[in-house]
């Protein structure tokens, strides 16, 4: 019991935590993985992803049971009828997401037990960027803050370098801090 | 009835959105908006955001009902058990609605109908930069795909155009292509 609750630290195993690491150092292509999101227009500003099918470690997943759907929309002031939160919305919790994320699996793996992990995001924008009045402002958010307040077994210094290492490590961060170059193609046929 | 149906454009208050572009124009100050987030985690992979109070239109919005939730998790092989789409999936999922909704509005303004917008979404990464065990990969997507279908009234070249002027307004695609800085606090008591 005491050693199966050593294992499992944060809710992560951190057995099977160190046999994937370990596998993917021995074999470094099955680091590669594919994820994917399907979206269909509904009306207006909603509309629906579906999501299910990825590739990762070295083949297709069949692990996932069920297909998980999300939909946005847009509040009154922005023409909709809040159907989901808004596009922009869905990235701060994406972001909030994958930072929480990596600050668990980081703390699991340095053996510190989090007891709470909450965060606040904002992001700040002109939105006469996206509405087409202004080409001096932007489309997007200007910049976006986070706010953490985490509690858990260990100093606050500690927790500190905990978070600094998820921001590090974080797939989402790393790509709503530095870019990606997206590609996009149409069929109208 | 007429009327109307020409006033509602692929389930868009064009009148409405004339009056929002015409508001902002007149007082430029309308135009500063900001998004938020609140995340909690509650075990493992598992994480939950809820998303509600925004700012916009020179006023804290009070016309939203209802809270939204969006669970997030990793599926097995990322020693998570399934409580929702991953973090950079979520991340795909703005990018698709944020992108669809942009070209419905686009299209409304254009006096196009749409029929069908459909979009397929895939990211690329090597997970071994955000497990840590690679410094030479990235730990974001190195490219993300969208390929859209998308029908309606008018010619193949026109719907380009509008799928064009989409990703030009679109508030994530500048934010995931381009980068934003982000700011991270922490509370530790």
Redesign the interface.
């Known amino acids: 019991m005491t050693q199966l609750i050593d294992v499992i630290r ?4 951190t057995e ?2 160190y046999g ?2 370990d596998a ?2 021995a074999d ?1 292509s099955l ?11 509904i ?5 629906r ?1 579906t ?1 299910k099918a ?1 590739y ?2 070295g083949q297709e ?1 069949s ?4 297909t ?1 759907t ?1 939909d ?1 929309g ?7 009828v ?1 159907t ?19 600050l ?2 980081v703390a699991a793996a340095r053996k510190v037990r ?1 007891t ?19 080409d001096e ?15 858990g077994d260990a100093p ?1 210094e500690k ?2 370098e905990l ?1 600094e290492r998820a ?1 590090a ?21």
Chains 1, 2 share one sequence.
């Open positions: 944060n809710g992560v195993n099977q935590m994937t690491l993917i150092k470094p680091g590669t993985f594919q994820f994917r999101a399907h979206n269909h227009w009306d207006g500003a909603h509309n992803s999501i990825f990762g470690a997943d692990t996932r049971e069920s998980f999300v946005a847009e509040p009154a002031v922005l023409l909709g809040d989901g939160p808004n596009p922009a919305e869905h990235l701060l919790h994406a972001l909030a997401a994958c930072l929480t994320t990596s668990v699996y989090l709470e992990v909450e965060s606040t995001l904002e992001g700040d924008m002109d939105v006469r960027g996206a509405l087409g009045l202004s402002v932007r489309n997007g958010f200007t910049n976006i803050r986070v706010n953490f307040k985490v509690k606050p927790l500190r978070v921001q490590r974080s797939v989402v961060f790393d790509i709503v801090t530095n870019g990606v170059p997206v590609e996009v193609g149409l069929a109208t046929a």
